[in-house]
């Protein structure tokens, strides 16, 4: 029997068959979809979960710099609707972009403490000291060992339980669902963020157009490495039972949910090298600007704020 580690349901929820292909090991693991809150989660976690996070996983990698990245971080600093269309249009980033958060970030205080759970090598950070913000400290289990660098942005090898401290904004960019204990999270985040602290949570979301079509060839499913693939209604139940409030959602997915999960339908893996023609790529990448519109995009930005007893 599979109980939800959301809600707890233990109801009979339907089952899918998950292969790791972001490296194309193509192993096979057992999904379940929670009827009660739609959670889509693995059955059992593998024993060796190192197996699937080899040295050269692209978070762990230190990331410089380079010219485009930092002009576009001038602009967003200084003119910011500027800034967000050089950040859409041009070669930002192969993965989701975050210009979901830059939106949220750009009505807080440049001193803010920022936290980002999950950080791997910090790469965002730095982009984030590069914005004019001075107050950057991240956290990640899996990095070799704690990073200071120059600029003053850390990141420490810790847990969100190992850690301590207060901060005005917590990031947690494409790390929850890569969490066990979806529950003992939130109490941490709820005790690390000051009250009037604004939590940020980007994951796939499963109650999308990209999951119906795709399921198991979906590949934000990203077999092992994804424990949970929620719903708004599973992160709806998270906050409400662990003392936040979701104030709103913002979907941010692209043209990936389509390009690479025709790929996994091919039985082509996330790294390999794919021929997709510029012309359906930009069509792929429309779409997936109609479905953010449309709410049913593949990943989404959670804006939380903690429920303060008065």
């Known amino acids: 029997?599979?109980?939800?580690?959301?809600?707890?349901?233990?109801?009979?929820?339907?089952?899918?068959?998950a292969r790791e292909m972001m490296?194309?090991?193509?192993?096979?693991?057992?999904?379940f979809q929670c009827v009660a809150c739609g959670c889509l989660q693995i059955a059992e976690i593998p024993e060796n979960m190192s197996r699937y996070y080899p040295d050269d996983y692209y978070s762990f990698k230190q990331v410089p710099i380079g010219i485009f990245k930092k002009i576009a971080m001038y602009f967003l600093a200084n003119a910011y609707m500027l800034g967000l269309t050089v950040l859409r249009h041009g070669p930002y980033l192969k993965f989701p972009s975050r210009t979901s958060?830059?939106?949220?970030?750009?009505?807080?205080?440049?001193?803010?403490?920022?936290?980002?759970?999950?950080?791997?090598?910090?790469?965002?950070?730095?982009?984030?000291?590069?914005?004019?913000?001075?107050?950057?400290?991240?956290?990640?289990?899996?990095?070799?060992?704690?990073?200071?660098?120059?600029?003053g942005v850390k990141v420490l090898r810790q847990t969100t339980h190992e850690h301590?401290?207060?901060?005005?904004?917590?990031?947690?960019?494409?790390?929850?669902?890569?969490?066990?204990?979806?529950?003992?999270v939130f109490k941490d985040l709820a005790r690390l963020l000051?009250?009037?602290?604004?939590?940020?949570?980007?994951?796939?979301?499963?109650?999308?157009f990209a999951f119906r079509k795709y399921r198991n060839n979906w590949f934000q499913l990203d077999a092992p490495r994804h424990f949970f693939l929620h719903t708004?209604?599973?992160?709806?139940?998270?906050?409400?039972?662990?003392?936040?409030?979701?104030?709103?959602?913002?979907?941010?997915?692209i043209e990936a949910q389509i390009l690479e999960s025709e790929g996994y339908c091919r039985d082509i893996p996330l790294l390999a090298t794919k021929k997709n023609t510029?012309?359906?790529?930009?069509?792929?990448?429309?779409?997936?600007?109609?479905?953010?519109?449309?709410?049913?995009?593949?990943?989404?930005?959670?804006?939380?704020?903690?429920?303060?007893?008065?």
């Open 101 to 151: 958060v830059l939106g949220v970030l750009k009505h807080c205080s440049k001193k803010d403490a920022i936290l980002d759970v999950g950080s791997g090598a910090g790469n965002f950070l730095l982009e984030m000291k590069n914005w004019g913000f001075s107050n950057l400290t991240g956290i990640d289990p899996y990095i070799e060992k704690d990073i200071f660098y120059p600029s």
């Open 194 to 208: 000051n009250d009037s602290g604004i939590l940020l949570i980007r994951v796939p979301v499963s109650d999308s």
């Open 232 to 253: 708004t209604r599973s992160m709806s139940y998270l906050a409400k039972n662990n003392g936040f409030l979701i104030e709103d959602v913002i979907y941010d997915s």
């Open 164 to 184: 301590e401290g207060k901060y005005d904004i917590i990031m947690l960019n494409h790390s929850f669902e890569h969490m066990s204990e979806p529950h003992a």
């Open 278 to 310: 510029s012309s359906f790529i930009k069509k792929c990448r429309k779409f997936a600007k109609h479905l953010n519109e449309m709410k049913d995009g593949d990943q989404c930005c959670f804006i939380l704020k903690r429920v303060v007893s008065s």
């Open 23 to 31: 490296f194309g090991f193509r192993d096979e693991f057992l999904y």
């Open 1 to 17: 029997m599979n109980q939800c580690k959301i809600c707890n349901s233990t109801q009979e929820h339907p089952i899918l068959v």
